[in-house]
């Protein structure tokens, strides 16, 4: 009853810069906590950033200064704005989101995308 669903992702040359963006749809009541994990190759799925719908943001060390994570309430949308992006940006990129869900918000799940690709390359 809740998708994620992913785009912007594809290809783009070091330095440069690409804008994601997830959005969920389905029956929602609130969401708390929004934002972008990834997974290189041969690696384990880590943070990206993440951002409530307070504000408050999360970023890990690796894009701190370069990724900008902001939201859209009203559409349930969160976008990363990807900067100066490096070769090691090169992942499968998730959205995630903590949804309260249901006719009555009586439960609460947390989603993820099928994940988009995200290449760094000359």
């Known amino acids: 009853q809740v998708q994620l669903v992913e785009s912007g992702g594809g290809l783009v040359q070091p330095g440069g810069s690409l804008r994601l963006s997830c959005v969920a749809s389905g029956t929602i009541f609130s969401i708390h906590n929004m934002g972008w994990y990834r997974q290189p190759p041969g690696n384990q799925r880590d943070l990206v950033a993440t951002?409530?719908?307070?504000?408050?943001?999360n970023y890990a060390d690796s894009v701190k200064g370069r990724f900008t994570i902001s939201r859209d309430n009203a559409k349930n949308t969160v976008y990363p704005q990807m900067n100066s992006m490096k070769p090691e940006d090169t992942a499968v990129y998730y959205c995630?989101?903590?949804?309260?869900?249901?006719?009555?918000?009586?439960?609460?799940?947390?989603?993820w995308g099928q994940g988009t690709q995200v290449t760094v390359s000359s």
């Open positions: 951002i409530t719908s307070d504000g408050s943001t």
């Open positions: 995630n989101a903590d949804v309260r869900s249901g006719v009555w918000g009586q439960f609460g799940n947390n989603y």
